[in-house]
Structures are given as structure tokens and as C-alpha cells.
């Protein structure tokens, strides 16, 4: 079967740095998302990564390793603004996005 | 703003009501999706448009029905639902199906709760 699999929670001090891993295996890959999901609010595109590497935009950079099924987002200078969920979700041979479950990322001052 | 509306914002039913969710979006895209998202639980795929035709339907029991009539709108009709049925139900649209340049675009979701 296809699976993605995040941790459900992070917490992180303001202006620290903070990686979000995300594991997937899936039938197919055409390319890895990430989104940021504020409480009550709508999922809200980040980054996609489709070769290997590291793509930088901004505080946030978004890293994949397709031999190893992984990737992870990396996030800068936290703000308090930056208390989220973060989605991992893999579009597969079908190009259908599979999800993860989110990481619900904590920030403290 | 996402360029995705979605109405209504909640909506409370009764098991033996009907109601219709409605999406809208203006950025002329041609893919259409629904998901459903419940607590601690990954999004769930419901359906798929693609040029106004249904691509996938995920196993979604026939109490959910999907319509697209333009490429421009869909709608979710909801008729005897069950209260496990009660989740966050979002829209959104990509401009065509896939990988890179498709990411999605959600509305605000509907808040639905199954009396």
C-alpha cells in the first residue's frame, strides 16, 4: 500500500531552526509537496521537490532523497506565526497526492 | 485568498436531511478535487474532476454525490448521512492533474456536523 509518515508533533523556541521528516513510500512518484495548514484554515501550498537536493525559499528550504523515500522541511529564524500543521504529500504514478497524517509544529517564545 | 470559495462555512444536518456543499474557483484551472479531513487523520481524497469529467472516486459511499457542470464549479450533494460522516470538507483546484506547476489551491473548507 502507499504511505506517508510525518511525526504528529513538534515543539520549537522562537528563532531556533526546526526539520519536519517526512518518509513515504508510494506506487510511482512524480514529485513531493509540502503545505502549511494554520488552525481552522485552509491548506496553503510551500514548496515541491521532484529531484534530489535542497530547494531554498527563504526561511523555509525543502530537502528529497528519492532513493530513500525522504524528505524533510527545514524551517529558519521560527516565528510565532509559524505555528502550523505541516502536510507531506507525494503525487504518485497516477498523479494522484497521497498525504501524510501533518506535523503540528508548536512554537514557544 | 486563494482564488477557491467554498459555501457554506458549517453546516449542521440532521441524518435524514439533504444539503449541497458548493465550490467555486476563479483561476481557471481544470482540475477539481474534494477532500474530506477529519481530526489526526490524513486528507481523504473523495473525488477527482479533470476537464469536468470524474477521474477517481475513492471508495466514497453513494450518500456523497460529486457534480461538476463547468469547470468552474463543484458541488458535493449530501443526502442520509451518518454522524462518523462530520469532518471539514475542502475544495480545491490545480491547473491540471499531478506534479510539478499543479499544486493545489483549497478553499476554506465547510465545517460539516452529522446530528
Known amino acids: 500500500g502507499q504511505n506517508i509518515d510525518q511525526p504528529t508533533e513538534m515543539t520549537a523556541t522562537e528563532g531556533a531552526i526546526v526539520q519536519i521528516n517526512c518518509t513515504y513510500q508510494t506506487s510511482g512518484f512524480n514529485g513531493l509537496f509540502w503545505y502549511q495548514q494554520h488552525a481552522g484554515e485552509a491548506p496553503t501550498f510551500l514548496s515541491y521537490n521532484v529531484l534530489d537536493g535542497l530547494e531554498e525559499k527563504g526561511r523555509f528550504s525543502s530537502f528529497l532523497s528519492r532513493s530513500k523515500g525522504y524528505s524533510y522541511l527545514l524551517l529558519k529564524e521560527l516565528q510565532m506565526k509559524d505555528s502550523a500543521s505541516y502536510l507531506c504529500a507525494v503525487s504518485d504514478g497516477n498523479y494522484q497526492l497521497i498525504w501524510g497524517a501533518g506535523t503540528k509544529l508548536i512554537i514557544k517564545p | 485568498e486563494t482564488g477557491v470559495t467554498q459555501t457554506p462555512r458549517h453546516l449542521v444536518m440532521g441524518m435524514t436531511n439533504k444539503k449541497s456543499l458548493k465550490c467555486e474557483q476563479h483561476?481557471?484551472?481544470?482540475?477539481m478535487y474534494w477532500y474530506k479531513q477529519s481530526a489526526k487523520k490524513p486528507l481523504e481524497l473523495m473525488f477527482v474532476y479533470n476537464f469536468k469529467e470524474q477521474t477517481e472516486n475513492n471508495s466514497v459511499p453513494s450518500r456523497f454525490s460529486p457534480e461538476c457542470p463547468n469547470s468552474s464549479h463543484l458541488f458535493l450533494h449530501l443526502h442520509t448521512l451518518q454522524p462518523e460522516d462530520s469532518a471539514l470538507y475542502l475544495c480545491a483546484s490545480s491547473q491540471d492533474l499531478g506534479g510539478q506547476g499543479n499544486e493545489q489551491f483549497f478553499g476554506p473548507g465547510t465545517r460539516l456536523t452529522v446530528l
Open positions: 483561476l481557471g484551472h481544470n482540475a
